[in-house]
């Protein structure tokens, strides 16, 4: 039975497709470290129950190693393909693209995902490597293997490595964002070159970094509109046309983060999270290749 709830706004993309705001993640919680053939089922059954709450936005990676799993989920969730929006990224097997995509799609049980994303700028300080990747990724949305085509931890200068050979320009920056975590500067840079931003790690605040600055004022938000602190985290990205990434293995809980889709922060609002989380700084992935301080 379909879930009754808000549904989930969907942001135009510069390439012409649009992206559903708000999606569940099989990264994080799921990664696996170990063998990748070792089938995770309550990732298959965690999949699922999002899926049954309308969570049609399910972004995954061939690092994740949990490909697999997602294609499972969906293909046992009964939900028609061209409902979902399905991600995945390449970066393990980066020196080959095609190749890396079709092992994805096969895993995936897929002819297509809907983005495609390299999921990190660290296999090269290159730029004509970059520029080379990058027109690969443009074949195979050429080729109808992938919808729209994208990066994840891309900052400011290797962007502009891109821009500078690109026929299709990147249409989503997925990058670690939260109260501590703002990316200002790369978040102008964004909306200068039309590129849309994905949170990753938007609870990261009151998950690894709790007890900071913006503890307050999540929590008094989170009672003048009777949902949690982490649905204002959601609610935050949302505002500001961020995409957050969330998940959990609980039913219930993907269930209540449905409710930062029943409010809107005004905009004081938003400035008051700013302001409290530039007071304090932690980056919570990709440390030992950012550096804990770096703010970008």
């Given at each position: ?45 965690s999949t699922?129950v ?32 061209e409902?979902?929006?399905?991600t ?18 096969k ?22 490597e970059h ?17 729209t ?18 026929k ?11 109260p ?20 990753y ?17 999540l ?26 990434i969330?998940?959990s ?31 304090h ?11 804990p301080?770096d703010?970008?």
């Amino acid at each position: 039975m379909a879930q009754i709830h808000t549904p989930i706004p969907n942001l135009k993309l510069n390439d012409g497709n649009s992206i559903p705001m708000l999606a569940y993640g099989t990264g994080t919680a799921w990664y696996k470290t170990g063998d990748e053939s070792q089938i995770d089922q309550a990732c298959i059954d965690s999949t699922k129950v999002a899926i049954g709450l309308e969570y049609h936005h399910i972004d995954g990676a061939e690092v994740y190693k949990t490909e697999t799993e997602l294609g499972t989920a969906i293909k046992q969730s009964g939900v028609a393909r061209e409902k979902l929006f399905v991600t995945t990224k390449v970066l393990p097997n980066i020196a080959d693209i095609p190749s890396a995509l079709k092992t994805s799609l096969k895993k995936l049980q897929m002819e297509y995902v809907d983005l495609y994303l390299i999921h990190a700028p660290f296999f090269s300080d290159n730029k004509e490597e970059h520029q080379q990747k990058w027109k690969q990724m443009e074949e195979m949305k050429a080729q109808g293997l992938v919808k729209t085509i994208g990066v994840s931890n891309y900052l400011p200068e290797q962007l502009d490595w891109i821009f500078e050979t690109c026929k299709t320009p990147p249409a989503i920056n997925q990058i670690e964002f939260h109260p501590y975590l703002q990316h200002v500067d790369l978040l102008k840079y964004h909306k200068e070159k039309g590129i849309a931003t994905q949170a990753y790690g938007p609870l990261t605040s009151i998950t690894k970094a709790a007890n900071g600055p913006v503890d307050d004022i999540l929590q008094s938000l989170a009672r003048k509109y009777a949902v949690s602190p982490g649905e204002i985290c959601l609610r935050w990205c949302i505002d500001q046309d961020v995409i957050p990434i969330t998940t959990s293995g609980k039913e219930q809980r993907l269930s209540d983060y449905l409710r930062a889709l029943t409010f809107k922060l005004t905009p004081k609002e938003i400035s008051q999270i700013n302001e409290l989380g530039a007071k304090h700084h932690y980056r919570g992935f990709w440390t030992h290749k950012f550096g804990p301080d770096d703010r970008q």
